[in-house]
């Protein structure tokens, strides 16, 4: 079945420090990937939709500029926490369409990165 | 705007005993519904999903929800718990007219006594 690779599945950084965080779709293409974001014991929440080619699309209230999202292949998406502060500590999660997803089911998420700001 | 509910954050049961996790969605068009499960420090695996068609949806793990319009619920059970089967249950939506933008319940946490 498809897999999504999401790398690293944990890093700890220095506050003011910026950190990548990949998404690799490794047997399909996938044109359009989600970023979300996870509070401890909390829901997920949407961050910015990734579209191969074009600019990402983000959800009200997430800095676009402070999470830079690039989607420069079929098989990958990368979020940058720029400038990083503790209380953007938190786990990040990726998902990925398929082109067979016709009836619109992302299905397929990363494992997750618990990104930790001292 | 649409939003999910889930019945209980936490819910305990015994092993063996029946599980029942609580979704109620809030929409006038039934969107897509889904069940997630999460293990801790890990992303989230599919259950089932409900898009069209017959109302009673057969996930995996012996999961199975029902689609029920006139209670707008998605109600996940599972006759039989095992030990296996403690985790986060989430349940999502993806608004009618929309592509692969899931919108989550706040999750429910379940416990397997022995």
């Known amino acids: 079945g498809a897999v999504v690779s999401q790398h690293p599945s944990r890093v700890i950084c220095k506050s003011g420090t910026s950190v990548k965080i990949e998404c690799r779709s490794l047997?399909?293409?996938?044109?359009?990937m989600f970023w979300y974001r996870q509070f401890p014991k909390q829901s997920l929440m949407l961050m910015a939709t990734?579209?191969?080619?074009?600019?990402?699309?983000?959800e009200q209230g997430v800095e676009k500029d402070k999470f830079l999202i690039n989607h420069a292949s079929l098989t990958l998406s990368t979020l940058t926490v720029t400038s990083a502060h503790p209380e953007d500590s938190s786990f990040y999660i990726c998902?990925?369409?398929?082109?067979?997803?016709?009836?619109?089911?992302?299905?397929?998420f990363g494992n997750g990165t618990r990104l930790t700001v001292t | 705007a649409q939003s999910v509910t889930q019945l209980g954050s936490h819910v305990s049961v015994s092993e063996g005993a029946l599980v029942l996790l609580r979704c109620n969605y809030s929409?006038?068009?039934?969107?897509?519904l889904f069940w997630y499960v999460q293990y801790p420090n890990q992303g989230l695996q599919l259950l089932l999903k409900?898009?069209?068609?017959?109302?009673l949806v057969k996930g995996i793990n012996g999961f199975e929800a029902e689609f029920k319009k006139s209670e707008t619920s998605f109600h996940l059970t599972k006759p039989s718990a095992h030990m296996s089967d403690a985790a986060e249950y989430f349940c999502?939506?993806?608004?009618?007219?929309?592509?692969?933008?899931?919108?989550f319940g706040q999750g429910t946490t379940l416990q397997v006594k022995p």
């Open positions: 999502a939506v993806i608004p009618s007219g929309n592509t692969g933008k899931l919108i």
């Open positions: 998902s990925a369409m398929t082109p067979r997803a016709k009836d619109n089911s992302p299905l397929h």
């Open positions: 047997d399909f293409q996938a044109t359009t």
């Open positions: 929409s006038s068009v039934p969107p897509y």
């Open positions: 990734s579209n191969e080619g074009s600019k990402a699309t983000y």
């Open positions: 409900y898009t069209t068609g017959a109302t």
